[in-house]
């Protein structure tokens, strides 16, 4: 008996706009992270993984977990799978907050401490990570630089 299998893997970013983007700023990942969950955003929590190139030029765009309304988990593998496949040098997580708080909570920081940590052990830097809400976002980088250095 014959058997064969095939691997076929195709990037899953499906919307060409967002491919062709370019990361400048926390707004951008905030725009980006809105288009892509619209009303989702208040309903329960998604992390996103945006992977992109050296000329902050965006390749990919995966949701990697979804939770429940306050919560959402994801382990490096989770998301670091993603940025390989993707041949990504560095990735910017997001999630978003469904309660619409922008405040980020401990285990938020841990989380993005754990992310930095596992990304410089691959080669595959964490840029930012960015609590997004409907009506606004938080940059790690922007606000707690060492969490993600």
């Avoid at 707004?27 to 619209?38: R, S, T, W």
């Avoid at 997580?93 to 909570?105: C, E, F, K, Q, V």
């Avoid at 841990?110 to 691959?122: C, S």
């Amino acid at each position: 008996m014959n058997c064969k299998v095939k691997f076929d893997y195709k990037p899953s970013s499906r919307v060409n706009e967002i491919n062709s983007a370019k990361v400048k700023e926390s707004e951008d990942v905030f725009k980006i992270v809105n288009g892509m969950l619209g009303d989702e955003i208040a309903e329960s929590e998604h992390l996103i993984v945006i992977t992109i190139d050296s000329s902050m030029s965006v390749i990919g765009v995966k949701v990697v977990a979804k939770g429940g309304l306050n919560t959402t988990y994801a382990s490096p593998r989770d998301v670091f799978r993603y940025a390989l496949l993707e041949n990504a040098g560095w990735i910017i997580i997001a999630h978003n907050h469904p309660s619409g708080s922008l405040l980020p909570s401990s285990a938020d920081i841990r989380f993005t401490n754990r992310m930095a940590d596992a990304g410089r052990l691959i080669g595959v830097e964490l840029v930012d990570h960015v609590i997004v809400t409907k009506d606004g976002w938080y940059s790690f980088a922007e606000e707690m630089p060492e969490t993600v250095k």
